[in-house]
């Protein structure tokens, strides 16, 4: 016979993880919930005919500037947000940048509880995260799971120009339709993504908020957009000669694969083949160095380019314009 095994009722109560595990995850939802918006948008199409979309977008100012993605908010310039007590409330857009995937809304000032932005490059892979969004109509909705992977690439695109949003966040955290817009958050409650797209079944994709996206969505509040420099490249990564790599202590560079016609890189001089190291002093391994220097400030200033030609060190001055797409 097997033994009875008594269990005191005074005994020491042990937690259970998941009832942790629960604590946090009801916490964050509670307090983010508020904060996080049902967007309902109108888009004009062919023939006069209206087409409807939506999204989640996040409260980040007391004042009315709300956080989304822009491929919610393209094609349109207002629409209506819907919060978990009830209010509607009509938002304007203020500005988008498509090719970081990120726009700010405005609504009237009321009241509104403004979410608390993290910093992503805390996180750590397997760390706990809450996605908080309003996936297929579904207000409010609340997934949890942990930070499957870091330093994802995402590739974005608005007219001719593309870029390589980087260090996205991914994460098993249930993710659909509706979800694009909505608040990634940490285990304290701040908002370290934007959740931007389903990558497949368990990979969802954020849009880190880092000192990158902080100073994007800074411009697009204060300005209404987002300046870019622009060189006139297409380029790839390439091994550094040996020599050259010892001698600048660096093991890539970019080669230059063409140089769009009339573009500064043009003007400058440029040519294909050509293996820049360096660019206003600061070394280039790969085309995302180069579109991390490529900021507003660049925009009509000469700058300097380093670079390798048929074997020979030659330095280039370049003139930067804005992007425009």
Known sequence: ????????????????????????????????????????????????????????????????????SAHVVAGTDRGVASFVDGRELTVELVGADPLSDLAVLRTEPSELVAAELGDAESLQVGQLVVAIGNPNG??????????????RSLPTRSGSATRIVENVIQTDAAL????????????????????????????????????????????????????????????????????????????RG???????????????????????VEVDGAPVGGVDDLQRLMAGDLIGRTVQARLLRQGREVTVELVPDELVF
């Open 1 to 68: 016979m097997g033994a009875l095994r008594l269990v005191s009722l005074n005994a020491p109560h042990t937690e259970e993880p998941l009832d942790a595990y629960s604590r946090v995850v009801t916490e964050v939802a509670r307090s983010l919930a508020p904060s996080v918006a049902n967007l309902r948008v109108s888009r004009r199409i062919a023939r006069g005919r209206r087409l409807d979309g939506g999204g989640s977008g996040v409260v980040i100012t007391p004042d009315g500037f709300v956080l989304t």
């Open 176 to 251: 659909n339709p509706g979800n694009s817009g909505g608040a990634l958050v940490d285990g304290s409650g701040r908002v370290v993504g934007i959740n931007t797209a389903v990558a497949g079944v368990g990979l969802g994709l954020a849009v880190p908020i880092n000192a990158t996206t902080r100073a994007i969505v800074g411009a697009l509040m204060s300005e209404g957009r987002f300046r870019r420099a622009y060189i006139g490249i297409a380029g790839d990564s390439r091994p550094l000669p040996p020599r050259l790599a010892a001698a600048l202590d660096r093991k």
């Open 254 to 276: 970019i080669e230059v694969v063409q140089v769009f016609e009339g573009s500064p890189a043009d003007r400058a001089g440029l040519r294909a083949e050509d293996l820049i």
């Open 138 to 151: 579904f207000a409010g909705s609340v997934t949890a799971g942990v930070v499957s992977a870091l330093g």
